[in-house]
């Protein structure tokens, strides 16, 4: 009966879809398909089939649906009558199957090559190597008479942690941390002395200037401002960077911390420039600008804190002591007319000095202030964030110049000024805490500046000195030649100072006592180191409030940092000490 009823539906004229789709695949791959695949195809055609009948034929549809319920109720008991039997080989041909497929992916898993190795996160070895070396070798070797063992070992730990700066082997807070935790370890130092000098103002006033400064970059300001910088001076980029150099020698005076001048003021607009220029930190267009620019900016910042008492907060210190040395005060008119042939010669040729040997790529841009002039259009007036920053550095500025009278010092102003923007929401303490560059800082030279400073207070800095001014005073030089070594002693040993006032404290007095006893002029000689103990900040990245700030903003490398600042030192002590000296011969000083 099944066998019939397939019969006669194969002879009516209806094509089911699936049974034409069977066929195409016939004609297509020229062989017969099964037969339970023909009559699975088939069976989905008949209800339509039905469908039509009922309603041409409906006396003859009662009957060709029970044939057909029949039929399939039929094939329903053979296959299950025959599962029991096939089902193992079924199950073997699939299992066959699916080998043969796996099988090319596990001959392909067994040949793929293995992933990389990660690379090494950790610290690089060789400079880690030679920083260690350096402390243990200089651990080793027996102290000189009249230096104490702790003096010597922190020596040695100190010079072990200028080593790990200088090759940096970790980032440099990472590398001071270590410096401390070893001198705590090795009992040089106790944990409250290690960590003293994270309650000095001068780290944390370096730390806010970088949170005044995403601030000014956050709001826009500081693409206003440095687009009028740029439609002003901006034809070429040396006068963008004399027009920077001379703004803050105006404010020089008027601003006595060299740190809240760089890093509250200069280095968010020098930023912004350099963004402004398309030159920014990490994609390569560093020397685009930001790298002359950054150490034009540093190099003159010490220029301008020599040329007045007020500009840098030791110069006072150097007055105080130099008038108990000698029994002569130096006034601020004084201090400011000996230094202002030299400093304004200094503030014309270091920037020409480096942007003959430490270029930038982009000298000139004629159509740089048209573009910049669009830009401000573009900007429309300054924001509500724009006005409350402005007014906040405005406030901030002011404390910093009559902070003295109101007895409010650098860094109160500084967290005041951060307070305002923090509760305005122009700041969020979220993007304070994502200033790593900051928190860096913060943390290798509060680092150094304890370092440092227990260098002193355990006698280190005094011997030094001692045996200095003994074997210089023995040569039996004329007071020219005797000043001019005591000069430069001087001058380079801040390369163990984290701290201008520091070095001041330790060696100042020491050095012009001397200086007055092999017959060097008292006053000449004191005014004279006091300028040389602003100029040498430029040494390192460290030297001085200002270095850290400019150096934290990753333009320039560590190495040209030291180099060119070693380069510097020598230009500005020709200048200072050549024409300067014509200079106070003409004043009457010597």
């Not at 724009?386 to 967290?415: H, N, P, Q, R």
């Not at 929401?425 to 440092?452: H, N």
């Not at 940092?561 to 000490?577: A, D, E, F, K, R």
């Amino acid at each position: 009966m099944a066998s019939a009823a397939l019969a006669a539906s194969s002879t009516v004229g209806i094509r089911s879809p699936h049974i034409s789709t069977v066929q195409r695949n016939h004609h297509h791959h020229h062989r017969s398909p099964p037969l339970s695949s023909i009559a699975l195809a088939a069976a989905p055609a008949r209800p339509f089939l039905q469908c039509r009948d009922s309603i041409s034929r409906p006396h003859a549809a009662a009957g060709r649906s029970s044939l057909i319920s029949s039929w399939w109720g039929r094939q329903q008991q053979i296959q299950e009558q025959k599962r029991p039997l096939f089902a193992p080989l079924e199950g073997l041909r699939h299992r066959r199957n699916a080998a043969a497929v796996a099988s090319p992916r596990a001959s392909s898993a067994a040949v793929t090559p293995a992933p990389p190795a990660q690379p090494w996160q950790g610290a690089a070895l060789k400079p880690l190597a030679a920083s260690i070396a350096t402390g243990v070798i200089l651990w080793l070797v027996p102290a000189p008479a009249g230096v104490t063992k702790n003096a010597w070992q922190l020596l040695a730990i100190f010079l072990a942690t200028i080593v790990g700066i200088i090759t940096q082997p970790l980032p440099l807070g990472a590398v001071a941390l270590m410096g401390l935790g070893a001198a705590v370890l090795t009992k040089t130092l106790t944990f409250a002395a290690a960590f003293s000098a994270f309650g000095d103002q001068i780290p944390w006033l370096i730390a806010l200037a970088f949170f005044f400064a995403r601030g000014f970059i956050k709001t826009g300001l500081g693409n206003r401002v440095a687009y009028q910088f740029v439609a002003l001076f901006g034809s070429s980029s040396l006068g963008l960077g004399y027009s920077l150099v001379f703004s803050e020698a105006l404010l020089a005076p008027a601003i006595p911390s060299v740190s809240a001048r760089a890093g509250g003021i200069f280095l968010p607009l020098v930023k912004s420039l350099c963004v402004a220029c398309g030159s920014n930190v990490g994609d390569g267009t560093e020397r685009r600008l930001g790298s002359w620019l950054m150490l034009t900016c540093f190099q003159t910042s010490v220029i301008s804190s020599a040329m007045f008492l007020t500009a840098m907060a030791a110069n006072p210190l150097s007055v105080n002591l130099a008038a108990g040395a000698i029994g002569q005060t130096i006034g601020w008119t004084d201090w400011a007319v000996a230094a202002l042939v030299p400093g304004l010669v200094s503030l014309i040729v270091v920037p020409l000095i480096l942007y003959v040997i430490y270029p930038p790529s982009v000298k000139s841009s004629p159509d740089a202030p048209k573009l910049a002039k669009e830009k401000l259009e573009k900007m429309g007036p300054m924001t509500k964030n724009e006005i409350i920053m402005s007014g906040t550095l405005l406030v901030t500025v002011g404390l910093w110049i009559f902070g003295g009278m109101l007895k409010v010092d650098a860094v109160t102003a500084a967290i005041l000024g951060l307070s305002v923007l923090l509760c305005t929401g122009v700041v969020t303490w979220k993007e304070c805490l994502a200033e790593s560059v900051a928190w860096d800082t913060l943390t290798w030279f509060a680092a150094l500046i304890a370092m440092a400073g227990y260098l002193n207070k355990y006698g280190l800095i005094s011997w030094f000195s001692q045996t200095v001014v003994k074997v210089v005073g023995g040569l039996g030089l004329s007071w020219q030649l005797s000043f001019g070594i005591l000069v430069l002693l001087y001058f380079y040993s801040h390369y163990f100072f984290a701290s201008g006032a520091a070095h001041i404290g330790a060696m100042f007095t020491a050095f012009l006592s001397v200086a007055s006893a092999l017959g060097t002029p008292p006053l000449f000689g004191a005014m004279v180191l006091a300028f040389l103990s602003n100029l040498m900040g430029g040494l390192t990245h460290y030297g001085i409030g200002s270095a850290p700030v400019f150096y934290g903003a990753n333009y320039v490398p560590l190495a040209e940092w030291w180099g060119y600042g070693l380069l510097i030192s020598v230009v500005n002590i020709v200048i200072w000490l050549g024409l300067g000296g014509v200079w106070w011969k003409a004043l009457g000083l010597w």
